[in-house]
């Protein structure tokens, strides 16, 4: 960015008839720009306050009505809920101009289901399971469900995990297209922390590509977090044109000891990786490949930290990276 650009560059925040956007205001070479940011801005909110995970119904009003005050949230990504939690989740966002999804990687990674297993019993087990979280959710009035891969079976039975995930995926994107929901499926890493099958995003958008010509409510999600951990940079992107429905910003942590971690730090916590240059390579990557989705945070308080901490440096980040990258054109 320019000095001229960086000294002016400020917030701007224009009205819209629902919802207000993230924008800068700048000048360059005499010319007085203003840009809003041009995609919803969203924020996984059991990771940002990680008791939700616990379904405490207090929590859960309390973190959703801060979060639906905010005017940069246009979207919510909660974990699959009780009843009482979902309760406490309409009673926060009645009436907010919040968008909901709901985030199933938990049930993966946390609850033994599957969806890649080479048994049959166990990925028709994960396949009801994920159909089930997704007619609640519509029920609920999401507009997205998202889950993961099983783990990596290793290199012999690799293909054969992928094939049973493509038939796991249609079954899902079947019924959710029913029910007027998109099908988002998450890459992880295989090889540091989670070591998921997808995995890297060639081998994600080959799944994507068996699935969308059938099913067009089916995409990927591609998180920024991952990207240290599976050696890509935003400019990968470009390969999942036209499937990359879902876009997630937060870091990764190197330890001590040099492994990486997925445990999304806040921005500038100690071993964090990624920042306002990361975030910025990917705001111009986006613009790039015509990018029309959502972009949400993925941050998580450490030891120490109140909830609301890394969620504003997350935002000071988004609003600094995208100023950057407009005082760039």
Known sequence: MSEEARA????YLPGRASYLVLGVFARKRGIELAAKLPWKVGIVAFMANPPIQREDPQTIEETLRVLAGDPVFDLVELQPLSESGWAAAKRALEGSKLE????????VLNQGYNPSSLSEEERRRAAERLI?????????GAKAVAFCSGPDPGLE?????????????????AQAEKLGLAVLLETFDRDWDRKQLIGPLGEAVEVAREVRGEYGNFGLLWD???APLLGEKPSDLALARECLLHVHIGCAKRLPDGRLADTHPGFYRPGAINGVEEVAELLKA???????GAVSFEVKPEEGQGWREPVEAAK??????????????
């Open 8 to 11: 002016l560059a400020k917030p």
């Open 100 to 107: 909901l999804a709901v985030g199933a990687q938990p049930v």
């Open 132 to 140: 089930e979280i997704a007619k609640v959710a519509a029920a609920r």
């Open 157 to 173: 039975n690799r293909e054969a995990a992928k094939a049973a995930l493509v038939k796991t995926v249609r079954e899902v994107s």
């Open 224 to 226: 920024l977090s991952h």
């Open 286 to 292: 986006l613009l790039e490949i015509g990018y029309k």
């Open 316 to 329: 000071s980040v988004l609003y600094t990276a995208f100023a950057k990258v407009i005082g760039s054109l």
